[in-house]
């Protein structure tokens, strides 16, 4: 079962080209170390102002080792004491997510350019309500150009809720899929029914641009 650890960091007042800059030193100590990692800044929602770094582990023995592999390396924690002195953002969210399709593993390959993501919290007896109309709603992003994939939080800033991501090649990939399932007859008939009994309150939304090069 993959995991995904994601830490999330908010750019203190003028020190966004600091903060891109420490970001992409980061990224590049884990990838030396061979770890699969992806940075991503959140271009609306409600992650305005952060930047990201995902990294996907196989299960949660390859998280347990990656961590005492970065925090065993003397180049790294040279880096981190170094840009801790003088940070360029506070860190406002370290989580680990599982996937809910339990044969899922991350891909060696580039990840995707753009991703849509949106947080839920079932209601309280409605989770399996809500996980249905989860898996219901795959195929329509899928039919209309999107990479679904659903995660469950169990450590971080939302525990016990669902992740629903939708990844695309770039910009261009998610403007199209926007128009389509804007318009699209069967998405607004199944987003009807969903939404006339809610089963979730949505406590997380944004569109997120993979910076990692």
């Known amino acids: 079962m993959a995991v995904t650890a994601l830490n ?10 600091e903060h891109l800059a420490a970001s992409t030193e980061a990224l590049g100590h884990l990838r030396r170390l061979g770890i699969q990692a992806m940075t991503v800044q959140a271009m609306a929602g409600t992650d305005i102002g952060t930047i ?7 299960n949660n023995a390859a998280w347990a080792q990656m961590a005492q592999t970065v925090g065993g390396d003397p180049e790294w924690q040279a880096f981190w004491g170094r840009v801790s002195a003088h ?4 860190q ?5 997510f599982v996937d809910a399709d339990p044969s899922y593993q991350p891909s060696p390959d580039r990840p995707v350019g753009v991703i849509l993501a949106t947080q839920w919290r079932a209601l309280s007896g409605r989770l399996m309500d809500f996980m249905g109309n989860v898996m219901t709603s795959m195929p329509h992003m899928v039919r209309m150009g999107g990479s679904p994939r659903v995660l469950q ?9 669902t992740l629903v991501s939708v990844g695309f090649a770039d910009l261009d990939a998610y403007g ?13 008939a199944f987003w009807a029914g969903a939404m006339a009994t809610p089963s979730a309150d949505l406590i997380r939304s944004g569109l997120y641009l993979n910076i990692s090069g």
């Open 52 to 58: 990201t770094t995902s990294i996907g582990c196989a």
């Open 87 to 90: 940070p360029s953002a506070i």
């Open 153 to 161: 939080s169990v450590i971080g800033a939302h525990p016990m809720t």
């Open 92 to 96: 406002v969210e370290s989580s680990l």
């Open 176 to 188: 199209a899929y926007a128009d389509r399932i804007a318009a699209d007859e069967q998405w607004q």
């Open 8 to 17: 999330v960091f908010r750019t203190q007042p003028g020190k966004l080209a």
